[in-house]
C-alpha cells in the first residue's frame, strides 16, 4: 500500500488514523499501532500524518489527552483520577503535558487563579484609560479600557475567576508611571531605550499555552520603534506554516504595550487590526517612531 498509495488517498488515511486515536486516545497507543491500523509502517504513517496534519500523531495525540483532562478537572476530578481517565500512567506525565502544552501545572488549571491575590487599578494614560493587574509574580493584566470600566473588570474576573481580587489603585500607580512615562533618548530608536530598560524590569505573570507563550516572547523582542509581520514571528518561532495561529495568539495577548503587538503588521504594510482599535494602534507605533511628539499632536 505505502508504494501505491495515490496522493488523493491520503487524506482518507489520515482521517482513518484521526478516528483512530480518538478512539483509542485514553488507552495512549503507540505509533506503530496506529500506523498498522492504517497499513502503514511508522515511518511513512509518521511522515504523511504530519505533512496533512501539521503536526507529528503524538502531538495529536498530546493535544486529545490535554483537551479531555482540561474537560475532567473543569468538572471537578480530581488530579489522579484524571490522569487515570485519560490513560496516562503517572500524575508526572500528567504535570509534563500540562506544562509542555499549557505553560501551568494541572493544579494551576484547575484552580484558575485559587490561592492568587491580584491588585488592580483603572488609569489614565496618554493612549486612554487602562486596567492593570498584578500578582506577586509579577504583572498579570494590562488591557484598554474599551466600552465601560466594568465591563474591563469583569474580563479580568472571567480569566482568574478563583482569585481574590483587590482594587488598589495605589499600588499600580507607580507601574503605570513606569510603563507609559519612560521616553527614549533622543536619537536612539534601539533596544537599549529607557523605555525598553524600563520594560526589562518589569515581572510578567503569564499564563498561556507553550505557542502562545512562544509567540509572546518573540513579540518582546520587537526593538522599540520597529514593527514585525505575522510571518516573521511565524518563522522566528519555528513555525513558518502557522500563520493563523499565529494571529490568534497575538489577539489574546493579555498585557498591551509591554508585550507588543501593536507592533505587528501585515506583510503588504497596513496596520492591521488590534484588540484595542486601529486609531490606538497607530497611535502607539507613531510614538515610538516619534517620541518627540505626544499622542495628541498624532491623533
Given at each position: 500500500?505505502?508504494?501505491?498509495?495515490?496522493?488523493?488517498?491520503?487524506?482518507?488515511?489520515?482521517?482513518?488514523?484521526?478516528?483512530?486515536?480518538?478512539?483509542?486516545?485514553?488507552?495512549?497507543?503507540?505509533?506503530?499501532?496506529?500506523?498498522?491500523?492504517?497499513?502503514?509502517?511508522?515511518?511513512?504513517?509518521?511522515?504523511?500524518?504530519?505533512?496533512?496534519?501539521?503536526?507529528?500523531?503524538?502531538?495529536?495525540?498530546?493535544?486529545?489527552?490535554?483537551?479531555?483532562?482540561?474537560?475532567?478537572?473543569?468538572?471537578?476530578?480530581?488530579?489522579?483520577?484524571?490522569?487515570?481517565?485519560?490513560?496516562?500512567?503517572?500524575?508526572?506525565?500528567?504535570?509534563?503535558?500540562?506544562?509542555?502544552?499549557?505553560?501551568?501545572?494541572?493544579?494551576?488549571?484547575?484552580?484558575?487563579?485559587?490561592?492568587?491575590?491580584?491588585?488592580y487599578g483603572l488609569h489614565q494614560t496618554p493612549f486612554g484609560?487602562?486596567?492593570?493587574?498584578?500578582?506577586?509574580?509579577?504583572?498579570?493584566?494590562?488591557?484598554?479600557?474599551?466600552?465601560?470600566?466594568?465591563?474591563?473588570?469583569?474580563?479580568?474576573?472571567?480569566?482568574?475567576?478563583?482569585?481574590?481580587?483587590?482594587?488598589?489603585?495605589?499600588?499600580?500607580?507607580?507601574?503605570?508611571?513606569?510603563?507609559?512615562?519612560?521616553?527614549?533618548?533622543?536619537?536612539?530608536?534601539?533596544?537599549?531605550?529607557?523605555?525598553?530598560?524600563?520594560?526589562?524590569?518589569?515581572?510578567?505573570?503569564?499564563?498561556?499555552?507553550?505557542?502562545?507563550?512562544?509567540?509572546?516572547?518573540?513579540?518582546?523582542?520587537?526593538?522599540?520603534?520597529?514593527?514585525?509581520?505575522?510571518?516573521?514571528?511565524?518563522?522566528?518561532?519555528?513555525?513558518?506554516?502557522?500563520?493563523?495561529?499565529?494571529?490568534?495568539?497575538?489577539?489574546?495577548?493579555?498585557?498591551?504595550?509591554?508585550?507588543?503587538?501593536?507592533?505587528?503588521?501585515?506583510?503588504?504594510?497596513?496596520?492591521?487590526?488590534?484588540?484595542?482599535?486601529?486609531?490606538?494602534?497607530?497611535?502607539?507605533?507613531?510614538?515610538?517612531?516619534?517620541?518627540?511628539?505626544?499622542?495628541?499632536?498624532?491623533?
Open positions: 500500500m505505502e508504494s501505491t498509495t495515490a496522493p488523493s488517498q491520503h487524506y482518507q488515511l489520515v482521517e482513518q488514523a484521526i478516528q483512530y486515536i480518538e478512539a483509542n486516545v485514553n488507552r495512549q497507543p503507540e505509533l506503530g499501532e496506529i500506523a498498522s491500523a492504517v497499513g502503514l509502517s511508522e515511518y511513512h504513517f509518521q511522515r504523511m500524518f504530519t505533512r496533512w496534519a501539521g503536526i507529528s500523531p503524538k502531538r495529536f495525540m498530546q493535544f486529545l489527552t490535554k483537551e479531555h483532562a482540561k474537560d475532567l478537572l473543569a468538572r471537578s476530578e480530581n488530579l489522579i483520577e484524571t490522569t487515570h481517565q485519560v490513560g496516562l500512567s503517572s500524575l508526572g506525565r500528567l504535570h509534563d503535558l500540562f506544562i509542555n502544552t499549557e505553560a501551568v501545572t494541572p493544579g494551576e488549571y484547575k484552580s484558575h487563579g485559587a490561592g492568587l491575590t491580584i491588585q484609560k487602562c486596567l492593570i493587574a498584578t500578582t506577586e509574580r509579577g504583572i498579570c493584566h494590562l488591557g484598554f479600557v474599551q466600552t465601560s470600566e466594568g465591563s474591563a473588570i469583569d474580563n479580568l474576573v472571567a480569566d482568574w475567576d478563583q482569585a481574590k481580587m483587590i482594587e488598589d489603585y495605589k499600588s499600580t500607580a507607580p507601574l503605570i508611571a513606569r510603563i507609559f512615562s519612560a521616553q527614549p533618548p533622543a536619537g536612539d530608536r534601539g533596544t537599549d531605550s529607557a523605555f525598553e530598560q524600563a520594560d526589562q524590569r518589569l515581572r510578567l505573570h503569564l499564563r498561556g499555552t507553550n505557542f502562545q507563550i512562544k509567540v509572546w516572547e518573540a513579540l518582546i523582542n520587537i526593538p522599540l520603534g520597529s514593527v514585525t509581520t505575522y510571518e516573521h514571528i511565524a518563522a522566528h518561532i519555528g513555525n513558518p506554516n502557522a500563520l493563523r495561529a499565529v494571529g490568534t495568539a497575538v489577539g489574546h495577548n493579555p498585557i498591551a504595550v509591554l508585550i507588543p503587538c501593536h507592533r505587528v503588521i501585515r506583510k503588504n504594510g497596513e496596520f492591521g487590526n488590534y484588540r484595542y482599535g486601529s486609531a490606538r494602534k497607530k497611535a502607539l507605533l507613531l510614538h515610538e517612531m516619534r517620541p518627540d511628539m505626544s499622542p495628541q499632536e498624532i491623533g
